[in-house]
């Protein structure tokens, strides 16, 4: 924020002695401009504050004395102390280490201890939980038997009620056009569990260590592989996971991510049979394109293969050209994404295990063949969802993955589905989209765009969006983590919703 914003803000803020800081965890920061402007003006003029927000801390107890620290000085005398860290040792040792007093907010930011944290709280925080709220502030219609609360315009705001339910589909392993039979067999759980897949566990790939201290290793190369130890088992295990997750998405997104998978494979054979540098990625979940579950970090400009027909088992013509240009791109536009590291350091099986999972792969891809969308029993279910049972209302569809979303958007269209919008992390303007989903509840005012009924989105809008002018959540996959299911449905669970 520039410090001309900050001088507006607190230029609005001086006509009053209460300061309510919305969302203040989004002050985490106590070395950032504006969170040092705000703490002045607060002390400057003894001003009260209310903190606002539905997650007072992230992932560190510091998220919370740092939001204490706009009303508490570092040497104020607190009502409590850190008990359970005091008990480690004695009051005098510890004052004698940290030069602190005990019952300061310094004291307690040297504590790890949830217990010493709830009894600081106890004296600040003012909980709410909707049920208290529901019990105290609300009136009840007699009518549809529901609570709401009365704002001061006398407009009427309903608790929505979280109803779950769970839509199942076909899978009839006796019709031989049934994909998601082929694909939920035994065969195909086997093949993916014994995959070796090697560009992420290239640690064992290494020549011994005897051979590489007589090579001559250069540069950076001497730490890259030093690196390469880190997390290589974790990464596969977590990639064989992720191929099922895709599979459970959708099995558009599992195939796709299968010629992926291949290409890359395909790229570090042509490498390794050229003797050219292998590009090494992060070793980090996030940058794993073709295997993260990370939905809106597609990488798909490095290359197309969405148009891939190829399933040939080896390096023929074809595929030797396309890895070919690809490797010329890594090298080239993307060649500050990844470390290059010689492939001369590593061992055949290398080379023999990239090529044991393709064709693995490959008989995948083969056996299920093109994937076909009018033999998507999912699918089916979904269209029926909309066009019949929820024909006349706005329909919120969320999926982990892109190319999830992007499926579902084109198949929609296709069956002749009005007013259909995709959100996800390559889109230009995914609160746009949100808010002609949503008008009413982010006062949108329209142009020449249209209202749109039915959105599909990743998770790129299952936080900070208000879309409660639906009432109907769709989860086409399940997320990695609860607490993603918990924040999509509080896109439409929140004040202001009307159905």
Known sequence: MSSAVVQRELADLKRYRLVIIDESHN????????????????????????????????KSYKDISTQLRFFISDDEDLP???????AEQPEAQFVNDVQVSPRSILAFEKSKYAEDWQDLLRYYMVRRTRSFIKANYA????????????????????????????????????????QYAMLYSQDIVNTINDLEIPRYGLAGKLVDKKTLENMDIIGEESQIIKNLSRAGKEIIGFCRTNLFKRLESSGYAFILSLKRHILRNNIFLYAYENGLPLP????????????SNVSDNDQESFIDIEEDNET???LSEGLYKRANEAYELYQNKYKTRFKWIDSKFFKPTLKEHLIKDNKALE???????????????????????????????????????????????????????????????????????ASRFSPVSNEYQFGNDKETRILIATDVLSEGQNLQDSHIIINFDLPWAIIKLIQRAGRVDRIGQKS
């Open 27 to 58: 002050l985490r920061n106590k070395e950032s401009k504006r969170y040092n402007a705000i703490r002045d003006y607060i002390q400057r003029n003894d001003s009260k504050v209310i903190l606002l927000t539905a997650t007072p801390y992230n």
């Open 80 to 86: 409590v102390r850190p008990e359970r860290m005091l």
């Open 139 to 178: 009136k009840l219609n007699e009518t549809n038997n529901r609570k709401y609360l009365e704002f001061f315009d006398e407009t009427k705001s309903y608790f929505p009620e979280r109803i779950a339910k769970s839509v199942k589909f076909n899978v009839n392993s006796k019709n031989k056009k049934d």
């Open 280 to 291: 090494i990625g992060s070793q980090s979940f996030e940058f794993i394109d073709d295997d």
């Open 312 to 314: 040939e088992p080896t």
């Open 363 to 433: 008989e995948i891809i083969k056996k299920v063949g093109e994937w076909q969308s009018e033999n998507d029993e999912k699918l089916k279910e979904l269209i029926n969802l909309i066009s019949d049972k929820h024909k006349n209302d706005k329909v919120l569809i969320f999926t982990q993955y892109a190319d999830t979303a992007k499926y579902l958007y084109e198949q929609l269209q296709a069956h002749n589905i009005q007013d259909v919008a995709c959100a996800t992390g390559g889109s230009e303007n995914p609160t746009l989209l």
